[in-house]
C-alpha cells in the first residue's frame, strides 16, 4: 500500500477515520480561524496576537454550493487534467464558521442542499509512485446513518 500523506501540509489531522481540520483559536477573544491565523487576530476588536491549534468540528450543514468548473489557485490543489467537481461551504457544527470544501466522490451538486447534515472525510486528490496524496472535503451524512444516531 502506498504511503497517505496530506496534500496540504497541516490543514487537517491523518486521522482517516474521524478526520478533523486543524484551525486556530485566538486565546484573547476565542475566535476559531481557518486557515490557521498565526500572526494578528482578524476580529477588529481584538489586539490578540497568540493562537492556539485546535482541530474543528467533523459535521456540519451545507450553507452553500456550486458546481466548480475552474482550477482553483494554490493552496488548492486540483488534479491535472482538471475535472469539474461541487464544492460546499459547509457551517461548522459547534464553532459556526463556514469551511469550503470539495464535495465526496459520487456526490453531484444536483443532489445537494441547503441545511444538508454533512462531515468531514479524507480522500485521494491524486497519487504518484510512492504516495497517496489526501484532502479533506464534505460527505452527505446519509439518511440511515442519521436514524441510527437518534
Ligand atoms: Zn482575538
Redesign the pocket.
Known amino acids: 500500500m502506498k504511503k497517505r500523506v496530506p496534500a496540504i501540509e497541516g490543514w487537517f489531522s491523518l486521522d482517516t477515520e474521524k478526520p478533523h481540520l486543524l484551525g486556530s483559536r485566538?486565546?484573547?477573544?476565542?475566535?476559531y480561524f481557518f486557515p490557521k491565523e498565526t500572526l494578528f487576530?482578524?476580529?477588529p476588536g481584538?489586539?490578540?496576537r497568540e493562537f492556539e491549534e485546535v482541530p474543528l468540528s467533523r459535521s456540519g450543514k451545507v450553507w452553500s454550493f456550486t458546481n466548480n468548473c475552474y482550477q482553483p489557485p494554490p493552496p488548492y490543489v486540483s488534479p491535472d487534467p482538471f475535472v469539474p467537481y461541487a464544492i460546499a461551504a459547509v457551517e461548522l457544527e459547534d464553532e459556526k464558521m463556514v469551511v469550503l470544501g470539495q464535495v465526496a466522490a459520487g456526490t453531484d451538486a444536483s443532489e445537494l442542499k441547503v441545511g444538508m447534515p454533512v462531515e468531514l472525510v479524507l480522500e485521494k486528490l491524486f497519487e504518484d509512485e510512492e504516495c497517496e496524496y489526501l484532502v479533506w472535503k464534505w460527505k452527505p451524512v446519509s439518511q440511515a446513518e442519521e436514524r441510527s444516531h437518534v
Do not use: D
Not at 485566538?26 to 475566535?31: E, V
Open positions: 485566538c486565546t484573547s477573544c476565542k475566535s487576530c482578524r476580529n481584538c489586539a490578540g
